[in-house]
């Protein structure tokens, strides 16, 4: 079984600095598994900012759905894995079925994954529980999803972190 780490924060808290700090220890190659599919030219220009940063060791790979099968068909391919983000992993999932039960079907699999996986594994969520109670139905069903998942994922993973203000706060492991 490979280590498991799991990031939360909120946003702009250093939560994928973090992650691609801990993923490059491993050493290269690195996998970048990206959930994001940028839908205008804010989200293109923050993708465009964080494949820079990350540099020539790191191989990107985009998986806005099937996570726990990119996870299986590239490990052993890599050193190191990392997955950002789970939030718009949940976002993507949750605006295709809008039944959060399904989601949390997938975040189960990916969960059943983590045993067979050889290659370490850090996984990149927002924390978007600690807010106001959002007025419309679709943003308190989403918060909910991802407070649920973010649990399920902490649980299971060998270390947890939690960053405030550029901060990493070792919760786990």
Not at 4 to 18: D, E, H, N, Y
Request: net charge neutral; with cysteine; hydrophobic share 45%.
């Amino acid at each position: 079984m490979s280590r498991v780490i799991f990031i939360t924060g909120g946003a702009r808290s250093g939560k994928s600095r973090l992650a691609e700090e801990l993923v490059e220890r491993f050493g290269a190659p690195l996998a970048y598994i990206a959930t994001c599919e940028p839908r205008d030219a804010e989200m293109e220009e923050r993708v465009a900012r964080h494949r820079q940063r990350r540099g020539p060791a790191w191989h990107t790979i985009e998986e806005p759905f099937a996570l726990a099968d990119a996870l299986r068909r590239h490990d052993g391919s890599f050193k190191g894995m990392m997955v950002d983000c789970i939030t718009l992993w949940l976002t993507n999932l949750l605006l295709r079925s809008d039944d959060p039960q399904k989601v949390l079907v997938d975040v189960k699999a990916l969960i059943a994954s983590f045993p067979v996986l050889a290659t370490p594994l850090v996984l990149v969520s927002s924390e978007v529980g600690m807010g106001i109670v959002p007025e419309n139905r679709l943003a308190r069903t989403f918060r909910d999803l991802a407070g649920e998942a973010n649990e399920l994922l902490a649980k299971a993973a060998d270390e947890v972190y939690v960053m405030f203000s550029g901060l990493p706060l070792k919760l786990k492991g």
